[in-house]
């Protein structure tokens, strides 16, 4: 297939590209390189395709509606990943403008050019953020989601309906994939692993927030990676069982989806960072602070349908992602 991947230098967009090309794929990657973190670690990433020679590299922002309309034409893809999008619950309340342009305007261009040129399936990432308030767990996509806490997150429920609309009025097929806290080699410097990592290497306190009682659904990157190439390969289709005066949340009438990918078993941070403190070898220093505008407390994932429609299953536990993440850190950083 060919397959156009925004956000191919980001951490997920990487690997996805990566494991895509290793079956066949041919992949163009849209990647705008912005300064969100150190540009280094996108360029790190990208060397490990660029040279592949099925892969295609675009210096672009998805919010230039010209480039992405001749994309689209040019290409002709069969499908598309977009996971190119400003991230960050925080960033997202200092600079609201950086995600109205990229995960909204930007993503209306990505619908305009699926719907253009026929693409078989749209692919997009959104977020375990968009349950905001919500607080029965595990978390359902067939519950409403309707009480963000984070513009980000805000963004990413709008993801959600603008795909329902474009499957509605042009039978595009949509799925939305609620990532749960990706981790693992090449995650973001913004990400509490690198923070925590950097953090002990360096003398420095942990800032723990929420005084430690935070539990995540922390799920390693090859993880995700399955999960999205297993939903990937099989475009959404109508829910023949979806009725409009008791609608499901995660199906339509139209060919419309949204998925859980989550390890289905939330850890308490602390435990997090005492497998990173095991594995660097160092006591942390922690400071204990109060929860941070925009965070929920816990998150936990119900992927009973990921499981259902693919058989998807998390194979990676805390202990040996942490490993895993710590090598690398330790390579990438010279430590």
């Known amino acids: 297939m060919k397959i156009l991947i925004t956000g191919s230098a980001g951490f997920i967009g990487s690997a996805l590209s990566l494991k895509l090309l290793e079956r066949g794929d041919i992949i163009h990657g849209v990647d705008n390189h912005n300064n969100y973190y150190d540009p280094s670690l996108k360029e790190a990433r990208l060397s490990r395709h660029a040279k592949h020679e099925n892969y295609f590299h675009h210096r672009a922002n998805i919010e230039d509606r010209e480039f992405i309309r001749k994309i689209f034409k040019?290409?002709?893809?069969?499908?598309?990943?977009?996971?190119?999008?400003?991230?960050?619950?925080?960033?997202s309340i200092e600079n609201p403008f950086a995600y109205i342009d990229t995960n909204l305007v930007g993503f209306g261009n990505i619908l305009e050019g699926c719907r253009n040129s026929n693409v078989k399936h749209l692919v997009y990432a959104s977020s375990s953020s968009t349950y905001g308030l919500n607080t029965k767990q595990p978390f359902s996509v067939h519950d409403p989601v309707n009480h963000p806490v984070s513009l980000y997150a805000a963004t990413k429920k709008a993801n959600e309906l603008m795909a329902h609309t474009y499957s509605h009025l042009y039978g595009i097929p949509t799925s939305g994939l609620r990532f749960f806290t990706v981790y693992g080699p090449y995650d973001r410097p913004d990400m509490a692993?690198?923070?925590?990592?950097?953090?002990?290497?360096?003398?420095?306190?942990?800032?723990v927030f929420?005084?430690?009682?935070?539990?995540?659904?922390?799920?390693?990157?090859?993880?995700?990676?399955?999960?999205?190439?297993?939903?990937?390969d099989k475009p959404a289709k109508s829910n023949k069982k979806w009725i409009s005066d008791l609608p499901d949340p995660a199906s339509s009438s139209a060919p419309y989806r949204i998925y859980n990918i989550g390890n289905n078993k939330p850890v308490e941070l602390l435990d997090y960072i005492t497998e990173l403190e095991k594995n660097f070898g160092i006591q942390a220093d922690k400071e204990f602070l109060p929860i941070q505008p925009g965070d929920v407390p816990d998150t936990f994932a119900d992927i009973d349908d990921l499981i259902n429609d693919f058989k998807y299953r998390p194979k990676t536990n805390i202990e040996k992602g942490i490993k895993n993440f710590s090598d690398w850190y330790k390579d990438y950083y010279k430590i």
Do not use: M, S
Request: with cysteine.
């Open 210 to 232: 929420n005084y430690g009682k935070h539990k995540r659904d922390f799920t390693y990157i090859d993880d995700i990676v399955e999960g999205v190439i297993q939903v990937l």
């Open 74 to 91: 040019t290409e002709k893809f069969d499908c598309v990943v977009n996971l190119a999008a400003q991230a960050g619950v925080r960033y």
């Open 193 to 207: 692993l690198q923070k925590f990592a950097n953090a002990i290497t360096q003398g420095k306190k942990i800032k």
